[in-house]
């Protein structure tokens, strides 16, 4: 029995090498910098499509997140206050007069 155990520890810590292995190749892709601003929900999203694909099974992007925190402190990361103001910030829009065919 001791041997069967020994030999699931060992299974489950290779599994965890594979996801941590794919994160870094992903990370090449989606780099970890531009998880801070406005590129944050794409990049997330971006990482979370690559290790769904690579390993053929849904990740969330909390799943995500906990395999990055082992590499990295994701408070640094976090979206703080003034991120937040210019997303929500609203302007109208026009088009330049310029844009327009004169008549």
Same mark, same amino acid.
């Given at each position: 029995?001791?041997? !069967?155990?020994?030999?699931?520890? *060992?299974?489950? $810590?290779?599994?965890?090498? @594979?996801? *941590?292995?794919? +994160?870094?190749?992903?990370? $090449?892709? =989606?780099?970890?910098?531009? +998880? &801070?601003?406005?590129? &944050?929900? #794409?990049?997330? %999203?971006?990482?979370?499509? %690559? !290790?769904? &694909?690579? #390993?053929?099974?849904? #990740?969330?992007?909390?799943?995500?997140? /906990?395999?990055?925190?082992?590499? =990295?402190?994701? @408070?640094?990361? /976090?979206?703080?206050?003034?991120?937040? $103001?210019? +997303?929500? /910030? @609203?302007?109208?829009?026009?088009?330049?007069?310029? =844009? #327009?065919?004169?008549?």
């Amino acid at each position: 029995m001791g041997q !069967m155990t020994n030999s699931k520890s *060992e299974k489950e $810590e290779k599994s965890e090498v @594979e996801l *941590e292995l794919k +994160l870094l190749e992903a990370l $090449e892709i =989606y780099p970890p910098a531009k +998880l &801070r601003g406005i590129h &944050r929900h #794409f990049v997330l %999203y971006g990482l979370t499509e %690559y !290790m769904s &694909r690579s #390993f053929n099974r849904s #990740f969330t992007a909390d799943d995500v997140l /906990k395999l990055l925190d082992r590499f =990295y402190n994701l @408070e640094m990361v /976090k979206p703080d206050e003034e991120d937040e $103001e210019i +997303l929500n /910030k @609203e302007e109208d829009f026009r088009l330049p007069e310029s =844009y #327009f065919p004169e008549e």
